[in-house]
């Protein structure tokens, strides 16, 4: 049996069920609603401050807002979806031990992947620098605005929190939501990109110079996600890279 609203052959969206699939305009519109708040936050930062100052965002006050906002938002976007017919099983979460060792697979290939895309990066950068285009190259170079030690106030526990709740609440909107609906209708190639492009876009305030690692990101869990179907390894993987993010921050940076 093929389903009818995919145009990918290979890929089985069977499990989208037919009653769920709507017009594109409401899941770009739903979508809209849960990620645009923060492209333009995203966009309104990157162009208003100077590369590398998003690390000035973080700190308990930012984490906790952003919390109550995300967590509201969330519990809204579940209710709109109970309301449309939307089961726990169509989210495809799949928590469990294996989808866990698939998490923590994900985490190291992407870590991997970010690890080849900085070795590139440097080598791109060598060549270009001596070079009339080495402003090119001198876009996606990772740079940091002067942060005095103990600058920034994370505690742990508002971390773990907010970076949990986070994983959540953008892989179910990106994947769980967007990509199965948009994969069932015009396929999974189309999705896979579609997940690229709204990743890219909602993480602008981070700067030109991080755009490369989060289009990477982005990919490989477009693509794994195209092929296995388990939300949780994505949910887990995101939760630790950014956990990790953060706890290299407070490290450097952070209070003791």
Same mark, same amino acid.
């Given at each position: 049996?093929?389903?009818?609203?995919?145009?990918? *052959?290979?890929?089985?969206?069977?499990?989208?069920?037919?009653?769920?699939?709507?017009?594109?305009?409401?899941?770009?519109?739903?979508?809209?609603?849960?990620?645009?708040?923060?492209?333009?936050?995203?966009?309104?930062?990157?162009?208003?401050?100077?590369?590398?100052?998003?690390?000035?965002?973080?700190?308990?006050?930012?984490?906790?807002?952003?919390?109550?906002?995300?967590?509201?938002?969330?519990?809204?976007?579940?209710?709109?979806?109970?309301?449309?017919?939307?089961?726990?099983?169509?989210?495809?979460?799949?928590?469990?031990?294996?989808?866990?060792?698939?998490?923590?697979?994900?985490?190291?290939?992407?870590?991997?992947?970010?690890?080849?895309?900085?070795?590139?990066?440097?080598?791109?950068?060598?060549?270009?620098?001596?070079?009339?285009?080495?402003?090119?190259?001198?876009?996606?170079?990772?740079?940091?605005?002067?942060? %005095?030690?103990?600058?920034?106030?994370?505690?742990?526990?508002?971390?773990?929190?907010?970076?949990?709740?986070?994983?959540?609440?953008?892989?179910?909107?990106?994947?769980?939501?967007?990509?199965?609906?948009?994969?069932?209708?015009?396929?999974?190639?189309?999705?896979?990109?579609?997940?690229?492009?709204?990743?890219?876009?909602?993480?602008?305030?981070?700067?030109?110079?991080?755009?490369? *690692?989060?289009?990477?990101?982005?990919?490989?869990?477009?693509?794994?996600?195209?092929?296995?179907?388990?939300?949780? %390894?994505?949910?887990?993987?995101?939760?630790?890279?950014?956990?990790?993010?953060?706890?290299?921050?407070?490290?450097?940076?952070?209070?003791?």
């Amino acid at each position: 049996m093929t389903n009818p609203y995919a145009n990918d *052959p290979g890929v089985d969206d069977r499990l989208v069920r037919p009653e769920l699939i709507v017009p594109a305009w409401i899941i770009l519109g739903v979508a809209g609603a849960m990620l645009g708040w923060g492209a333009a936050f995203g966009a309104w930062y990157g162009m208003t401050h100077p590369p590398g100052s998003f690390y000035l965002l973080f700190s308990d006050h930012f984490f906790l807002v952003n919390g109550v906002f995300q967590s509201s938002a969330l519990a809204a976007f579940l209710f709109y979806l109970h309301r449309r017919g939307w089961r726990p099983a169509d989210f495809r979460i799949r928590m469990g031990a294996l989808t866990t060792l698939s998490g923590l697979g994900l985490l190291a290939v992407t870590y991997g992947g970010f690890f080849g895309l900085a070795e590139f990066s440097r080598f791109i950068v060598h060549v270009l620098a001596p070079t009339p285009d080495g402003w090119i190259a001198a876009l996606f170079i990772p740079r940091h605005v002067p942060v %005095p030690p103990g600058a920034i106030h994370i505690t742990w526990a508002v971390a773990i929190v907010s970076m949990v709740l986070n994983a959540f609440y953008e892989e179910i909107v990106y994947m769980g939501y967007g990509f199965n609906l948009w994969a069932a209708k015009y396929g999974a190639r189309t999705a896979v990109l579609l997940s690229i492009l709204a990743r890219m876009v909602v993480h602008t305030y981070q700067g030109t110079e991080h755009i490369l *690692p989060i289009a990477l990101w982005a990919t490989i869990f477009g693509i794994w996600y195209r092929y296995h179907r388990a939300l949780w %390894p994505l949910i887990l993987a995101h939760m630790l890279i950014d956990l990790i993010s953060v706890g290299q921050l407070k490290a450097i940076y952070g209070s003791h």
